[in-house]
């Protein structure tokens, strides 16, 4: 630990905006040492047995309730993250393999847990792909509850977080971040954790500013100390000195004073300083994105993620379960725009009730629309209900994954099918994701079979540098705010400029770059909820000639 007495700064890689001081809270407890196993004797298998299915059905009690809490106040993709833990608690597989090592090895469930799950997570570990890596840190949020449900421990560290204080730790699991609400804490500062992470997610849901990649964090940063944190920047000041501390609160100030009147404003159109209005919409995926999106001021939602429909099921909804799910979650925005995302899954992100090949590169694989072409009656039902639903709605269909124009043309003629055979004369608006340099050149073929594009700037970006976002070895490449990107943006606008353009992804919710967007000739932002009255404000700041 540092046991420096002056003032001195620390720098790191700021993944959640914003300033923030406080009295720093070392957590060093995050991750139980792998104990020696706990023999047991022979007649003792089937009571460990017994503890293991219990603890097992409490977990995912346990996780049913958190991800009914996240929904409610955080975001429907977190929810999803503890979604995605109740199944893999209750997989078949993993459940056969912890039975395995108890009755095998003839040791506590506790210890087959550790043991089980450990391997898995340094499986994942050893590959490179994010989704592999949020899966290694899944295994060992799982690993802790479980092991801890089965050893009695019933507190969670972070649960007792002093309010208002600036926690410092190596990582954080989802599991963890929840605490950080309930505590109201200042910041996060870590030592892993990427852009992507489910630490830079829960902190953006939450308005936590975060700084990570912070090297050897617990000895660079003593505890119980003020500090003052600028994640815009990326920098860690502790101890300032009273002159920085007030420059800083002044700032701190200023920027208070601006979110207050974003929050007057949010409600009122979003127009330029030479008269263009904006639509600031809302990225969603479930009721109560929605209603936080309708009281932020959301001019509409312009990207509705359907998948929360699919979670959890071992067989697709049909048509009206998928109708009235939709309905449901898009409620609160009825009269407005609602731009319904077709099921965006592959073998990177996969559903319990399709059969996925193995692709040893699934990023390249078989996701997006390929996905939807190769399973058609998959495609089929989503359209249906998306047909039904426009009879109420404002309703826009968006394609993810576009390559090739044939990808659109054979959606298209799918829904135009599906409409006469309804009756149905008129086809909602149809829209392409641009999230592929591939999709960037071939938007003249694109776009006379579409009537709108919108871009997923993170694939793009991912695409473009071929750099997994979430593989620290080539983080410096992943930057959504290169030239290059607006480049492709602004070739885009020039090859279809009769095509209205939206963004989605989260460059668009960063105020410093709304200008630079508007210049390309965007006219939609479509942003997380929390974030639409500081973007709507940065509009009003604008003149895009």
């Not at 499986?123 to 899944?138: I, P, V, Y």
């Not at 319904?340 to 996925?356: C, E």
């Amino acid at each position: 630990m540092s046991d420096r007495q002056e003032s001195y700064s620390v720098h790191g890689r700021g993944i959640s905006p914003g300033l923030a001081e406080g009295i720093t809270f070392l957590h060093r407890d995050l991750f139980r040492p792998l104990d020696a196993p706990v023999p047991i004797n022979r007649k003792d298998v089937e009571q460990e047995l017994g503890h293991l299915e219990s603890s097992t059905a409490q977990i995912t009690r346990d996780l049913l309730k958190l991800a009914t809490r996240v929904e409610k106040v955080m975001d429907s993709r977190l929810a999803a993250v503890f979604d995605a833990h109740q199944m893999i608690l209750n997989d078949p597989g993993l459940k056969q393999e912890l039975q395995s090592e108890i009755q095998g090895k003839l040791v506590n469930a506790s210890s087959a847990v550790k043991a089980v799950f450990l391997r898995w997570e340094k499986r994942f570990l050893l590959m490179e792909s994010q989704t592999a890596q949020h899966k290694g840190a899944d295994m060992r949020d799982i690993s802790n509850r479980l092991s801890n449900a089965l050893d009695g421990i019933k507190i969670n560290p972070l649960e007792r977080l002093p309010p208002g204080c600036v926690l410092v730790a190596s990582q954080l699991l989802p599991s963890d971040t929840v605490f950080l609400s309930q505590c109201s804490t200042a910041a996060v500062l870590l030592e892993y954790g990427r852009a992507m992470s489910h630490a830079a997610l829960f902190t953006r849901a939450m308005g936590l500013p975060c700084i990570t990649g912070i090297k050897d964090i617990l000895k660079n940063i003593p505890a119980m100390v003020p500090v003052l944190v600028d994640a815009d920047k990326g920098e860690i000041v502790i101890r300032p000195c009273e002159e920085r501390k007030k420059r800083f609160q002044s700032h701190l100030a200023k920027r208070s004073d601006a979110f207050t009147a974003a929050q007057e404003l949010a409600r009122e159109p979003a127009i330029t300083l030479d008269g263009t209005t904006i639509a600031v919409l809302a990225n969603v995926g479930t009721l109560e994105d929605t209603e936080r999106a309708m009281a932020n001021g959301a001019d509409g939602v312009g990207l509705y993620r359907t998948e929360q429909g699919y979670l959890g099921r071992t067989i697709p909804p049909d048509t009206d379960e998928l109708l009235a799910e939709m309905r449901r979650t898009l409620e609160p925005a009825r009269g407005k725009p609602v731009c319904v995302r077709l099921l965006d899954v592959g073998a990177d992100k996969p559903m319990p009730f399709l059969k996925f090949l193995a692709e040893s590169n699934p990023s390249l694989g078989r996701r997006g629309v390929r996905l939807q072409l190769a399973h058609p009656t998959l495609l089929e039902t989503q359209l249906r209900a998306i047909l039904s639903l426009s009879g109420e709605f404002n309703v826009f269909i968006l394609i993810p994954m576009v390559t090739l124009p044939q990808d659109v043309v054979t959606v298209r003629e799918t829904l135009r099918r599906l409409a006469d055979e309804r009756g149905k004369g008129t086809l909602p608006p149809l829209g392409a994701m641009i999230e592929t340099p591939a999709a960037v050149l071939s938007v003249k073929g694109i776009a006379p079979h579409v009537d709108f594009l919108s871009f997923g700037t993170n694939d793009l970006t991912q695409y473009t540098f071929a750099a997994d976002r979430e593989n620290a070895a080539v983080e410096t490449y992943f930057n959504d705010s290169s030239d290059a990107i607006f480049r492709l943006l602004q070739m885009v606008h020039d090859d279809a400029p009769q095509l209205p353009s939206a963004v989605c992804g989260e460059l668009a919710g960063r105020a410093a770059h709304v200008a630079r967007l508007l210049q390309c000739g965007i006219r939609t932002l479509s942003v997380v909820p929390p974030l639409i009255p500081a973007i709507k404000a940065a509009v009003r700041a604008v003149r895009i000639e």
